[in-house]
């Protein structure tokens, strides 16, 4: 008895300390896993083309994806003719009036720039002006850690070319990729159960990636329409960003908003209420007529999981975990269901039935 004990509390140590090594493991190569990660996403976005494509190059997925990497150089220079002159042109003349805004807002000067615009009494700016400068320390910290993140994401420039380059090996290779790891599992029971979960996660990220793409470029659209019809300044540069940052989930859009509302204030832009008023109104659109639309049930969280995982992925890993944030967790949410299923099946001796909820 004592023997089966011991025996038993050894498996229960080993198991415990593998999983602690996998821990650590993971999180000290966490940021190849991320480029990864990105890679496999990247590759997401063009296999429904290379997958259309491969027929008509005599089934050569090779050649499809060369194709489809070609097109995508046209269209990205295509856009940077057009749209990089105004874009870059304007940039250069807001990272030139940055450090003059940033000493208005930091010292409170504005308030009597805004309120000699608007007609504000003497009592009313001095008012926001006493209020701004009392909270100098707090703006600083708020603008210079905005300013690290954004260093700190600068300085992974260089994964814009490595992605392409590991995508095509997703692109080509991911089919034996898959079977590859269903082999790995010798019970065909549990083979099954790996390969239906597999299903679920790659029609979530084929979903949430495409998605997410579209977002970003109908947000940079209607943002490039409307701030210039609103003479916001600097709208062609404020559109870019805001389209960019859609693919961020939750906290993108957010932070553009602020971002566009900060930069109007500091410049002293007589409308801003209707600036606020769009941002209000396209963030309800976006939210509640074309998200579910272009998501549909694919990816299921409640706001509050996704808030959690959003901050947990920000903390975790800035701005790259709160991206990816909202996948991961709804892959952990697929992986549980239909660990469940498979359980609840294999106690009642049936086959598990597929989740209905998440893909249909």
């Not at 801003?272 to 049930?297: C, E, K, M, T």
């Amino acid at each position: 008895m004592i023997d089966l004990l011991d025996r038993r509390a050894v498996r229960v140590l080993t198991t415990a300390l593998i999983f602690v090594g996998v821990l650590f493991f993971i999180y000290r190569v966490r940021e190849t896993l991320i480029l990864f990660l990105f890679a496999l996403l990247f590759a997401y976005l063009f296999e429904p083309v290379v997958c259309r494509l491969q027929p008509w190059m005599r089934n050569s997925r090779a050649l499809a994806i060369l194709i489809v990497y070609i097109l995508l150089f046209f269209i990205l220079t295509m856009t940077g003719l057009l749209f990089g002159p105004r874009i870059f042109s304007e940039g250069q003349k807001l990272g030139q009036s940055l450090p003059s805004l940033y000493e208005r807002v930091a010292s409170g000067n504005i308030a009597f720039l805004i309120g000699n615009k608007h007609g504000w009494s003497y009592e009313t700016s001095s008012r926001l002006q006493v209020f701004l400068a009392s909270h100098q320390e707090q703006i600083v910290s708020v603008i210079s850690r905005s300013g690290a993140k954004v260093a700190s994401l600068l300085t992974n420039v260089g994964w814009i070319v490595i992605i392409p380059i590991l995508g095509v090996f997703f692109l080509k290779d991911k089919h034996a990729f898959r079977v590859s790891l269903q082999n790995l599992v010798a019970d065909p029971t549990k083979r099954e159960f790996l390969s239906r979960m597999i299903v679920d996660v790659d029609t979530m990220l084929s979903q949430f990636v495409r998605a997410q793409l579209l977002l970003a470029v109908i947000s940079g659209i209607v943002y490039t329409l409307a701030l210039p019809l609103l003479r916001v300044p600097y709208a062609f540069v404020l559109g870019a960003v805001g389209g960019l940052l859609e693919f961020i989930p939750l906290a993108g859009p957010a932070a553009a908003a602020v971002g566009i509302i900060g930069i109007c204030f500091g410049l002293n832009y007589p409308h801003i209420l209707w600036v606020i008023l769009f941002l209000g109104a396209w963030r309800v659109v976006q939210d509640y007529v074309i998200s579910p639309r272009l998501l549909g049930s694919k990816v299921e969280l409640h706001p509050l999981l996704t808030i959690f995982g959003i901050l947990a992925g920000g903390e975790l890993a800035g701005v790259i975990g709160i991206y990816l944030s909202v996948p991961l967790i709804a892959t952990l949410k697929i992986i549980v269901t239909r660990w469940r299923a498979y359980s609840a099946a294999a106690a009642l001796g049936t086959d598990p039935e597929p989740v209905v909820s998440l893909h249909q």
